[in-house]
């Protein structure tokens, strides 16, 4: 029988680390729910002593996820900031972390209004800047943050020109892969040092769960990063391991038609008299499109577009019905934000604040025609739709 590790992505998100359970023979991972595990003797067990440390369905996980993305390790958190903050923990007071501008909301209420007032420095690079990223980074330089395509104005980075330049400057480059996923994209393959998920996302798939992850081929920070999952504890339970193991089954199915319905909808969106402009790395016109092309197998299934007024932002996002008012992203069913006023409402007084008239649309698996019609009752004029 061939290797696991030489099958295809969707083979190995069914079997990786999810091998028939040996005491019962349940073809599907167990939810470990325990908070402690018997030992024979005193430091002699089967490999587990206490939940926190790890977890029979925790690992399972871990496995899986690193297999996808090609690390060598895999560390699940509790969410995908319990996620960054761990990571943050590689960071001292006084050293430096370079970020994209148009980062996650919530990333940069962290970095801003936690980490900056203890001594850590951070600057934010707008998109465009990084074709120069050397010339923006020093000695001092720990981290240089990404997100490929970016949230909520869809940039791209070139990730394996970043990991040059991060590691000409004795930086490391991490990378959010959550709105590309790795079935799209696989930034440890174009050079970066450690990739991070929400698998509340995409990986999770059905808007049920909250969790988070990060991968890393190098075994230092491996290790480091196990110890602080250890000592800090962001640590996800049984169950909600168990429910991205589930969601991954299907990672493969579900960004297919994602990407089929976003892309379908970027091309409406661009035709439509109500919309000022389109952001989606999959139209020829997005100025990260050849190298969203050359990085990634598809362009994804989160799509932006500016509205002809903060004011019709704020009412067409109520107007819709298959495209659900909400945050979040990357479950099947279609929603619809502003990001603004909602998920990055942090951002607000920063120089890179969203556009007040951004929306922001997270492309779910309905039928594609299905969520264009619901697209274009929510644009007409008000005259119209009477």
């Known amino acids: 029988m061939v290797s696991i590790d030489l099958m295809d992505f969707e083979t190995r998100a ?3 680390g999810q091998e028939p359970d040996p005491a019962t023979g349940a073809i599907i991972t167990p939810i470990y729910q325990t908070s402690t595990f018997v030992q024979e003797s005193v430091g002699e067990h ?3 002593d206490y939940a926190r440390v790890n977890n029979p369905t925790r690992t399972a996980l871990q496995r899986c996820l690193a297999s996808l993305e090609s690390a060598q390790h895999g560390i699940a958190f509790s969410s995908g900031l319990g996620a960054t903050t761990t990571i943050m923990h590689l960071v001292d007071p006084g050293e430096r972390v370079v970020l994209i501008a148009d980062v996650y909301g919530g990333v940069y209420r962290m970095t801003s209004q936690v980490y900056e007032p203890k001594g850590y420095r951070f600057d934010y690079l707008p998109a465009a800047d990084f074709a120069n990223l050397g010339d923006h980074l020093d000695d001092n330089t720990r981290i240089v943050w990404v997100e490929s395509p970016s949230n909520p104005l869809l940039n791209i980075v070139d990730i394996r020109a970043a990991a040059d330049a991060a590691h000409a400057a004795g930086a490391l480059l991490v ?6 996923t790795p079935y799209l994209q696989r930034p440890l393959e174009l050079g970066a ?3 991070v998920h929400s698998t ?19 075994p230092t920070i491996a290790e480091r990063l196990y110890f602080l999952q250890k000592s800090l504890g962001a640590v996800p339970g049984p169950f909600d391991c168990w429910l991205v193991l589930r969601g991954i089954k299907t990672l493969a199915l579900r960004m297919e038609k994602h990407c089929e319905n976003a892309m379908a909808i970027a091309v409406w969106l661009q035709r439509n008299a109500g919309v000022e402009h389109v952001y989606y790395p999959g139209l020829p016109t997005h100025p990260g499109h050849a190298i969203a092309a050359r990085q990634m197998r598809d362009f994804g299934g989160m799509v932006s577009f500016l509205a002809e007024s903060p004011e019709e932002a704020a009412e067409l996002v109520t107007r819709t019905k298959l495209f659900q008012l909400a945050e979040s992203l990357g479950g099947v069913e279609s929603l619809i934000e502003i ?3 909602m998920t990055h409402a942090s951002t607000a007084s920063a120089p890179f604040a969203a556009p007040p008239n951004l929306v922001r649309l997270s492309v779910g698996i309905e039928s594609t025609e299905d969520l264009i019609l619901d697209l ?3 644009l007409k004029p008000a005259a119209v739709r009477a």
């Open 14 to 16: 069914i079997h990786e």
């Open 46 to 48: 089967k490999g587990f």
């Open 175 to 180: 990378v959010d892969n959550t709105f590309a």
């Open 193 to 195: 040092d450690i990739v």
């Open 200 to 218: 509340t996302k995409y990986l999770g798939g059905h808007s049920d769960v909250i969790g988070g992850f990060a991968a890393t081929s190098d």
């Open 339 to 341: 990001p603004a006023r």
């Open 376 to 378: 274009e009752h929510a």
